[in-house]
């Protein structure tokens, strides 16, 4: 079982900044993909970027220009979220997930609230 520890969410004013950070642990199998997603009341969850044990990222078109995804150790990864915008409102999940992608665990969340 993976555990995750998430942090940095908050409420902050449009145009603001936040960075997220989790750092997963207890794998017993390389976590080749850490992610962030999110979920807003009423919507489904949806990708928000995710990085590789290889460096490689992939972002929502919607956050491409704002948000960066660093992996900073084997474990752990940093959302740097700029310019935020109400519509960023959602509680973000960290997630982890084997190189086939057959493993995937997630994290408790984290809520994010921007206000106009």
């Known amino acids: 079982q993976v555990q995750f520890v998430e942090s940095g969410g908050g409420l902050v004013q449009a145009g603001k900044s936040l960075t997220l950070s989790c750092t997963a642990s207890?794998?017993?199998?390389?976590?080749?993909?850490l992610g962030w997603w999110r979920q807003a009341p009423g919507k489904e969850r949806e990708l928000v970027a995710t990085v590789t044990l290889g460096h490689g990222t992939e972002y929502a078109d919607s956050v491409k220009a704002r948000f960066t995804i660093t992996r900073t150790a084997a474990n752990t990864a940093i959302l740097e979220m700029t310019m935020l915008q109400p519509e960023d409102t959602a509680m973000y999940y960290c997630?982890?997930?084997?190189?086939?992608?057959?493993?995937?665990?997630w994290g408790q969340g984290t809520q994010v609230t921007v206000s106009s």
């Open positions: 997630s982890a997930t084997s190189y086939t992608g057959g493993l995937k665990y």
């Open positions: 207890g794998s017993n199998f390389d976590i080749y993909t």
